[in-house]
């Protein structure tokens, strides 16, 4: 389901204009991509099993009677797309019970699926993934975003970033917060922290970090992300990234 997504991106990309462009606030960006991929995916899983809840970015709940819940995210990342940048995803995570049991998160440009399953481990198109064994914070790549400065909050991530950017051997900026969670568990990033997201931008990419053998919590080191903050990283490093990440 995320690989024909996926298709629905390339397709739309190709034919998107100015036109298709709306806005939620000045910088939050939705397309009739991101609509046109939701319907799919809503209309999939509605189709095959009509019971089930699904959150999604658009189209918010759609109420199930079953205690599984679909959280989807049609594209993660809609800046790059609308930018031409190949950094965007389609995530797609189940939860039963509250708890997510498996998850796919494909980027389409770059053809690469990352998937896990609760116990089973992860797998990028197939491959086993693991995170990084980097153990020194000078040694490390890690990745941040700046949703909250989209939202315009004032209490914003520059003061993480000055914090923590000079110890690292380098800072990248994707814009998905799914594909940087998955970046950090196939060992491409040694950890990624972000403030402001939302379960839908998460929920795929923190099952697929976690099989990898990879931490995520809060700023605070407890559960209560994405609400507290995200804060991903391999094991060595994930403490030391909570230190400049704690009140
Ligand atoms: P999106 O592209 O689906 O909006 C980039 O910093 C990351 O933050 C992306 O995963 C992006 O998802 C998400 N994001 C950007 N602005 C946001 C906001 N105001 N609230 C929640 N998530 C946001
Ligand atoms: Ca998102």
Redo the contacts with the bound molecule.
């Keep these: 389901m995320a690989r024909e997504a996926g298709h629905i991106c390339l397709e739309e990309r190709a034919r998107l204009t100015l036109a298709d462009l709306s806005f939620k606030s000045a910088k939050?960006l939705v397309t009739v991509a991101d609509r046109r991929v939701e319907m799919f995916l809503v209309s999939t899983i509605k189709k095959n099993y009509p019971d089930h809840c699904i959150l999604g970015?658009e189209t918010g709940e759609t109420t199930g009677t079953a205690p599984i819940r679909w959280i989807i995210?049609p594209?993660?990342?809609?800046?790059s797309f609308v930018h031409h940048q190949p950094f965007?995803s389609v995530s797609i995570a189940l939860e039963k019970n509250g708890c997510v049991i498996a998850s796919g998160v494909y980027a389409p440009v770059l053809d690469e699926l990352f998937v896990a399953e609760k116990g089973k481990g992860a797998s990028l198109n197939g491959t086993p993934i693991r995170v990084s064994d980097t153990f020194k914070m000078e040694h490390a790549v890690m990745a941040t975003?700046?949703?909250c400065l989209?939202?315009g909050w004032a209490d914003n991530n520059l003061r993480y970033l000055n914090r923590i950017a000079p110890g690292l051997r380098d800072v990248r900026r994707y814009?998905?917060?799914?594909l940087d969670l998955c970046y950090t568990a196939c060992g491409r990033l040694d950890g990624y922290w972000?403030m402001?997201?939302?379960l839908y931008?998460i929920a795929a990419g923190a099952l697929i970090l976690s099989e990898a053998g990879g931490r995520v919590s809060d700023f605070n080191g407890t559960d209560r992300f994405p609400e507290n903050g995200t804060a991903a990283a391999n094991p060595h490093l994930h403490p030391k990234l909570l230190d400049h990440l704690k009140n």
Excluded: K
């Design positions: 939050d970015e995210d594209i993660d990342g809609t800046t965007y975003g700046f949703a989209r939202a814009g998905s917060a799914a972000e402001n997201l939302n931008d």
